[in-house]
């Protein structure tokens, strides 16, 4: 299978290029994520799930993840997530972190044996909140204050935010030359970059590619992610065109109404009729150029708030 067919972020790739901590690229590169999101210098570490393969791979929810254990004991997942960040998304990721650090308790123990768990999550998106490539989450309060003994800290990796990050800059540091090439491949002509990561990355997909069991494993779960993306689309179109059939004069502002309603109603089973009802036409089309960029409810609301 030619090599450019597996794009940088498939997760199954990922996943291959930091698992085999004997391999020095795969520990340089595990190392150099760890290091770079959570300033955590590790001496020592392990990955507790080295299997490549799980029984279920063509299985489109799983999780194919990179567990790691430090030499003092703290638990490190990260993953990469190629779909959008969706309000169910950053549930389950949620959940997950909260079960690292639950798994941990073990009946009759004390608590202030817990260990700090951490999450990094490789997300094909950007945050619109924040507008940063590296973006940490903890436990605080209203003024900001990290709450004393956090348990829990994810880390989230805007890879879209890389492109609007090469704007600014003429150079790239390792973590943002990997991020650069997670999310466009080996396409560093306009600016530069680490060059060690650069072929490090190069030649473990090189050899990655070569393995045809494992690339045509890789290429399905591309597919499903296509598929998966593909149907969200056909959601929105599907909406458009049960809007057009409804007998009312394509272009008026109910057929809009209707069509959006209709296209929400279908994706996230909420009524918004009400909300969009006293828009003006101009309002409206806005709405509809940019409705299926949307994840979330919270998101649609928060837009027809704006308009």
Same mark, same amino acid.
């Given at each position: 299978m ?11 790739f990922? *996943?291959?290029? $930091? /698992? ?10 595990? /190392? ?23 029984? *279920? ?8 993840d990179?567990?790691?254990k430090?030499?003092?004991? /703290?638990?490190?997942?990260? #993953? ?8 169910? $998304?950053?549930?389950?990721l ?20 817990l260990?700090? %768990?951490?999450?990094?999550?490789? $997300? ?11 973006? %940490? ?15 829990i800290?994810?880390?989230? %990796? ?43 990355m ?51 502002v109910?057929?809009?109404? #209707?069509t ?6 279908? /994706? ?30 919270? #998101? ?8």
């Open positions: 030619k090599d450019h067919v597996i794009n940088y972020s498939n997760d199954v990922f *996943k291959y290029l $930091l /698992r085999d901590v004997s391999d020095d690229d795969s520990l340089f590169l595990l /190392r150099m994520f760890i290091e770079r999101t959570l300033g955590i210098v590790c001496k020592d570490i392990s990955v507790l799930n080295p299997e490549l393969i799980p029984d *279920k791979i063509n299985d489109k929810n799983l999780i194919i990179i567990l790691v430090t030499d003092d004991d /703290r638990l490190i997942d990260i #993953e990469m997530q190629t779909s959008s960040f969706s309000h169910i $998304l950053s549930n389950r949620q959940l997950y972190g909260a079960r690292m650090l639950s798994s941990q308790a073990k009946k009759g123990e004390l608590y202030h044996h260990n700090p %768990v951490y999450q990094i999550i490789f $997300l094909n998106d950007t945050n619109k909140s924040t507008h940063q490539l590296i973006d %940490v989450y903890t436990s605080k309060n209203q003024t900001g204050i990290e709450e004393r003994y956090n348990l800290t994810r880390v989230y %990796v805007n890879m879209s935010y890389i492109n609007h990050l090469i704007k600014e800059r003429k150079e790239l540091n390792d973590i943002e030359t990997a991020t650069y090439i997670f999310k466009n491949g080996i396409r560093c002509d306009k600016i530069s970059v680490d060059e060690k990561v650069m072929m490090i190069k030649k473990k997909h090189d050899k990655f590619s070569e393995d045809e069991a494992l690339s045509w494993i890789a290429f399905e779960r591309q597919c499903g992610e296509w598929q998966h993306e593909g149907e969200k689309r056909e959601a929105f179109e599907d909406g458009l065109i049960q809007g057009h059939t409804l007998g009312i004069e394509e272009g008026t109910k057929t809009l109404i #209707e959006l309603s209709l296209y929400v109603q279908t /994706r996230f089973n909420v009524d918004i009729q009400k909300d969009i009802q006293l828009l003006s036409s101009e309002k409206l089309e806005k709405l509809k150029e940019n409705i299926y960029t949307f994840n979330t409810i919270e #998101e649609i609301k928060k837009f027809i708030g704006n308009l």
